[in-house]
């Protein structure tokens, strides 16, 4: 499909001919000034700015990867899958959701709040700087879109249809293949350093792990339980500190591109895998105690925010036949299943295509300490996951 690629020179005019997404910014496309930020692997992003102050992101999927290119195509409609989630977060978690303004099907085009006034989450986390709060605004987001996008936030039916009207294979068989199957076999996107190499060749034969990663992957697969973000790592997360405050702050999730119905634990899983990248970082780096120790405890502050929100929704749930008891047991597999993402998604990090820079820019000897540490801490996960809380899993 032909459609229009947009650049910083060519953004103004799209804006002026697109009178739905200027009406919901209320900027002025005749004077605007448009800087390209494009910071993720798949997208281009643009920040308009107008003489008055007025300002807006633009977002553009291109049909292919944007940092592999034109090797390594890529529908442009898995930006109908992120406007979905805009949508449905606008709805039920609107605090934890950038404004929304709109999208244009045709040139894949979504128009969103500019959040220039925020930092992307791993970059806060990567210069030691603390945001207490946003681990629980996390949290509570990945609450209520499980919660209001399931069983128990909607009639049976619908919720079928829109399960249905949600799938996004495409992006889903990246996740199936960078996180579960690369990392754990001789491929040829892997890459990793030569001081991981023998920890990497360990959890390679270890028949115990491979076992339980693929039960994680077949329960990604197919168990579709709400509409999950599928790609909630620190870098998918904005951060500001709250006003007069340096160290209290607040979190808003977006790049929801990789949604799908999926399991509910695999978002915290995210979060958690990163946690864990970022706590390696911050003690090869020998950050402030009070760093180290708030980044420690950001797994247990997500899990008690999710736990705490779903068991307030629960009386308002759609189906009361699931009762009390079938609750807790939910929340058990859920905590289970985010422990056991979370060391997949970390692993990936470290072996897989598509690194995180918390451990990337570390300097050498650094880096292999914590990429290592990494390794060993999320195999231990992936198999205790049943026994393990999210208050002891960084120490
Ligand atoms: C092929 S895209 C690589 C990664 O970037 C995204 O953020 C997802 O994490 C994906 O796995
Ligand atoms: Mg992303």
Redesign the pocket.
Known sequence: MSYQILNERTVSDYLESKPDLLRASGIDPTHLTVTEVSD???NQVFICRDDAGQSLCIKQALPY?R??GES?PLKPERAAAEARSFAVGAELSPDSTPGYLGFDAENFVLAMQDLSDWTVWRTALMHGEIHQGAEADCGRHAARMAVGTSLFGIDPEVLKNQHAASMNGELCR??ED??FTEPFMVHERNSFHDGVADAVAALRHNEALLAQVSMLKLDFMTRAEALIHG?L?T??VMVRHDTGSTDKGHAKVF?GE?CFYGPIGFDLGALFGNYLAAAERAAVLDRPTEFRAWVRSLPAATWEAFESEVRLLWPTRVDDSFGDDFLDLWLDRIKADAIGYGGCKAI?RIVG??KVADIEELPEPQHVTAANQVLTTATEWILDRENRTPAELLG
């Open positions: 993720g692997n798949l990867l940092v592999a390594w990246i996740t960078l996180v790609d790592h870098g998918s790049d990789f990936r295509f598509a």
